[in-house]
């Protein structure tokens, strides 16, 4: 044994020995540390919408649960209708998105083996503050796009068959009208990009809140429209059938839909935002049944 090593010990030694003479006791700490579990199949694909990933919620939720179950999770942000083209064709394992018509139709044609609600907020209309339309302040969705329609004032639109477009082109649809001309832009893109695309054109557009909070200190669009039932905006998480898709991740698509709706991921849910906004940008929404 190395000569100092065996000198510190006999030091240790005697101290030690000291005080226990001197009548003083010693407490022997034990650290208990947490080992990550190992999956036998630690890849799992998440298809899920813009707004999740632009909202920052994800950056938070995805590390937590991989730290927890040992998943390592591929997260693919596209809107709703793509999230849900993905899981018909067997290319994702779990979707999160908020297209609820759609959903029900997914699990209705049997793509999907189980759906839970999640977590809701609301969609806005946001504009420029010269508010072409005047419709600044007011509740209804539906008044508030013939408003803009009339006026032919800047509208942009995601059309991605997204979860966003889907109650915009439902809102048209209850204003019993076909939004075209030069007014009408159709975008094409995520949300994130729809809002800057809307800002530097100084045109309208539909939101939900998470995205336009955390993002809005970039751009100069306000919310002109906000409070309507219409534009109440629920969020479901799906695991994809594997009777389906026999290649699918089927327990480590349960694993993220049983966290993301435990006591766990409901209050992070309902704690993201609160520091930097003041406010949730999710309301958490599971109830067991």
């Given at each position: 044994?190395n000569?100092?090593?065996?000198?510190l010990?006999?030091?240790?030694?005697?101290m030690?020995?000291l005080?226990?003479?001197c009548?003083g006791?010693?407490?022997?700490?034990?650290?208990?540390?947490t080992?990550?579990?190992?999956?036998?199949?630690p890849?799992?694909?998440?298809?899920?919408?813009?707004?999740t990933q632009?909202?920052?919620?994800?950056d938070?939720?995805?590390?937590?649960?991989?730290?927890k179950?040992g998943?390592?999770v591929k997260?693919?942000a596209?809107?709703?209708?793509?999230?849900?083209?993905?899981?018909?064709?067997g290319?994702?394992?779990?979707l999160?998105?908020h297209?609820r018509?759609?959903e029900?139709?997914f699990m209705?044609?049997?793509?999907?083996?189980?759906?839970?609600?999640v977590?809701?907020?609301?969609f806005?209309i946001i504009?420029?503050?010269?508010?072409?339309?005047?419709?600044?302040?007011?509740?209804?969705?539906?008044a508030a796009?013939?408003?803009?329609?009339?006026?032919k004032s800047?509208?942009?639109s995601?059309?991605?068959k997204?979860?966003?477009?889907?109650?915009?082109l439902g809102?048209?649809?209850?204003?019993?009208i076909?939004?075209?001309?030069d007014?009408?832009k159709?975008?094409g893109?995520?949300?994130?990009?729809?809002?800057?695309?809307?800002?530097?054109?100084k045109?309208?557009?539909l939101?939900d809140?998470?995205?336009f909070?955390a993002?809005?200190?970039?751009?100069k669009?306000i919310?002109?429209?906000e409070?309507?039932?219409?534009l109440?905006?629920?969020?479901g998480?799906?695991?994809?059938n594997?009777a389906?898709?026999?290649?699918?991740?089927?327990?480590g698509?349960k694993?993220?839909?049983d966290?993301?709706?435990?006591?766990?991921?409901q209050?992070?849910?309902?704690?993201f935002g609160?520091?930097?906004?003041?406010?949730?940008l999710?309301t958490?929404?599971y109830?067991?049944?």
């Amino acid at each position: 044994m190395n000569r100092k090593l065996l000198a510190l010990l006999i030091g240790l030694t005697l101290m030690l020995s000291l005080f226990a003479g001197c009548g003083g006791s010693t407490t022997t700490t034990t650290t208990t540390t947490t080992t990550t579990p190992t999956p036998a199949d630690p890849e799992l694909i998440l298809a899920t919408t813009t707004s999740t990933q632009d909202s920052g919620l994800l950056d938070v939720l995805i590390p937590a649960f991989e730290k927890k179950t040992g998943y390592k999770v591929k997260v693919v942000a596209v809107g709703s209708g793509e999230a849900m083209t993905m899981g018909q064709k067997g290319d994702a394992d779990v979707l999160l998105v908020h297209s609820r018509k759609a959903e029900d139709q997914f699990m209705t044609d049997g793509y999907g083996s189980e759906r839970r609600d999640v977590m809701y907020n609301d969609f806005m209309i946001i504009g420029p503050d010269t508010d072409p339309a005047k419709i600044k302040g007011t509740t209804d969705a539906v008044a508030a796009f013939k408003a803009i329609s009339d006026t032919k004032s800047p509208f942009i639109s995601r059309g991605d068959k997204s979860g966003t477009h889907t109650k915009e082109l439902g809102i048209w649809e209850k204003a019993t009208i076909t939004p075209t001309g030069d007014w009408y832009k159709v975008a094409g893109l995520g949300m994130g990009e729809t809002f800057r695309m809307a800002d530097e054109m100084k045109a309208y557009t539909l939101i939900d809140r998470a995205t336009f909070l955390a993002q809005k200190d970039k751009y100069k669009l306000i919310i002109v429209v906000e409070g309507d039932k219409n534009l109440f905006n629920p969020y479901g998480v799906i695991t994809v059938n594997q009777a389906k898709f026999p290649n699918i991740n089927k327990d480590g698509a349960k694993a993220f839909m049983d966290f993301i709706t435990s006591e766990e991921g409901q209050k992070m849910i309902g704690e993201f935002g609160k520091d930097k906004w003041g406010q949730a940008l999710f309301t958490p929404s599971y109830k067991a049944q």
